[in-house]
């Protein structure tokens, strides 16, 4: 349970500007992001978040969820990701009501060489809807620009938009308020083909919201985030038509342990793995309306059965040995001795760093790539007051050294070198512990080899 909670409080990597990320939990860190919706396009990924800002005087509502706009982030292999910027505000929206910082949940699909991006906020005239409506914007391209409609889908009230295109090539767009809703959608994209359905055989007490379908084996999975407690968790149910009716079958993952009342999520193949993105209030543990979106694997029993996912701080891909390696990010970390902690608790953007106290701590991180060709040194970037040693092993604690490097004493924090003593090709893992007899504290914010 204590790593449970670590897992939930604490994530990191260092993502700046428009540069690449590494896809450790979570993933963007440049800025709060949720509700993300992933897709693939022409054998990239690219994910819509919501945005998350903090409120100030005139923006926004303290204490609630204060939105936008919207960027888009994209990746080919699920570890380097980069943010394309914003495609979608609020202000530039002609239907929208100025300054409502309500841009919540989005999707985006492709079709017919088009990419509709789908978002709700609140309306500027109250006749075409008293509470949330969702909006379109088109683009030829999956990063924009988007040009919004002038008016939003008629018939449609609520949040949360998700669309499937069925193998049949019909389009559905679901939504949520109270209960989820869905219809099919006309071949323009732009407007309902029929009235709002119910979709019915669902939990009738506590919230339900969120939701996103997709078709496995003639199989329409609806899932969903839903308070069956007192938080959102990740449910789903099973359909042999888009519009059901469903059957309840299950969690796709539980509670949040630390409190964050929502999740929202959805669900990705890519070269034959399925994925669950979602988000949780990592980079904000005290205020969870500032969210940071995440990705784990996820699998399917043989019956067809969605298997419970289990978060990880490690998220997804590999790290290169020539990357900034966060070890905070760790898959495995001893019960005591080693904890981890913020860089900076007034800037939670910059990430965590990983406390060695005495010499019974230790920290493994896996998936490491060494590649084939020699690597010579390993560089660290710690500081301890009394000075320590850390040793550097490959797979486990008894593996081989790879490198001792020495963290001279003092309170700034140093970047240090040593020679690589025993390299490697292939993945590994890094497992990182002070040198025995060590004493005092040392903390490392990263490793990297060169």
């Given at each position: 349970?204590?790593?449970?909670?670590?897992?939930?409080?604490?994530?990191?990597?260092?993502?700046?500007?428009?540069?690449?990320?590494?896809?450790?939990?979570?993933?963007?860190?440049?800025?709060?992001?949720?509700?993300?919706?992933?897709?693939?396009?022409?054998?990239?990924?690219?994910?819509?978040?919501?945005?998350?800002?903090?409120?100030?005087?005139?923006?926004?509502?303290?204490?609630?969820?204060?939105?936008?706009?919207?960027?888009?982030?994209?990746?080919?292999?699920?570890?380097?990701?980069?943010?394309?910027?914003?495609?979608?505000?609020?202000?530039?929206?002609?239907?929208?009501?100025?300054?409502?910082?309500?841009?919540?949940?989005?999707?985006?699909?492709?079709?017919?060489?088009?990419?509709?991006?789908?978002?709700?906020?609140?309306?500027?005239?109250?006749?075409?809807?008293?509470?949330?409506?969702?909006?379109?914007?088109?683009?030829?391209?999956?990063?924009?620009?988007?040009?919004?409609?002038?008016?939003?889908?008629?018939?449609?009230?609520?949040?949360?938009?998700?669309?499937?295109?069925?193998?049949?090539?019909?389009?559905?767009?679901?939504?949520?308020?109270?209960?989820i809703y869905g219809a099919k959608l006309k071949s323009n994209m732009l407007e309902l083909a029929e009235e709002p359905q119910t979709l019915g055989e669902l939990p009738t007490k506590g919230l339900k919201e969120g939701p996103y379908v997709f078709e496995r084996k003639g199989i329409y999975y609806l899932t969903y985030p839903h308070v069956e407690n007192k938080t959102e968790r990740l449910e789903y149910a099973t359909s042999t038509s888009p519009l059901g009716p469903f059957t309840v079958k299950g969690v796709i993952m539980d509670e949040s342990p630390t409190g964050c009342w929502t999740n929202h999520h959805s669900l990705l193949q890519l070269k034959n793995q399925w994925y669950l993105f979602y988000h949780h209030n990592d980079l904000s543990p005290n205020f969870d309306k500032n969210r940071s979106v995440r990705i784990d694997s996820l699998s399917f029993a043989a019956d067809g059965s969605i298997n419970k996912v289990q978060p990880t701080l490690r998220g997804v891909g590999l790290t290169s040995a020539k990357q900034k390696i966060q070890l905070d990010r760790y898959s495995r970390l001893s019960q005591r001795g080693a904890t981890i902690a913020f860089l900076d608790t007034a800037n939670t953007f910059q990430g965590w760093k990983t406390v060695f106290a005495g010499n019974s701590g230790w920290v493994q991180y896996n998936g490491v790539a060494f590649g084939a060709q020699k690597l010579k040194t390993v560089s660290l970037r710690g500081t301890s007051p009394a000075g320590a040693t850390l040793q550097i092993r490959l797979d486990n604690a008894t593996g081989p050294v790879v490198a001792e490097v020495i963290v001279p004493k003092g309170t700034a924090w140093q970047e240090v070198k040593a020679p690589v003593l025993a390299f490697k090709p292939g993945t590994h893992a890094l497992y990182v512990a002070p040198k025995a007899k060590a004493a005092g504290t040392v903390e490392v914010d990263w490793v990297r080899f060169e």
């Open positions: 349970m204590r790593h449970l909670k670590l897992y939930w409080l604490l994530a990191a990597l260092t993502l700046v500007g428009l540069s690449p990320a590494y896809a450790q939990n979570p993933f963007i860190t440049n800025q709060f992001t949720a509700d993300p919706t992933a897709r693939v396009f022409d054998g990239r990924v690219y994910v819509y978040p919501s945005h998350d800002i903090p409120a100030a005087p005139g923006r926004g509502r303290a204490g609630w969820f204060v939105m936008e706009d919207y960027h888009v982030f994209s990746s080919a292999n699920l570890t380097d990701w980069t943010d394309h910027g914003v495609i979608v505000t609020q202000n530039k929206v002609p239907w929208v009501k100025p300054d409502s910082y309500s841009m919540w949940a989005p999707d985006c699909i492709q079709r017919n060489g088009k990419y509709y991006f789908y978002f709700p906020t609140t309306p500027r005239d109250t006749t075409v809807s008293k509470g949330f409506t969702v909006g379109v914007a088109v683009a030829d391209k999956p990063t924009g620009p988007f040009v919004p409609q002038p008016l939003p889908i008629k018939g449609v009230r609520g949040i949360d938009p998700n669309v499937l295109i069925d193998k049949d090539g019909q389009a559905y767009l679901y939504w949520s308020q109270g209960n």
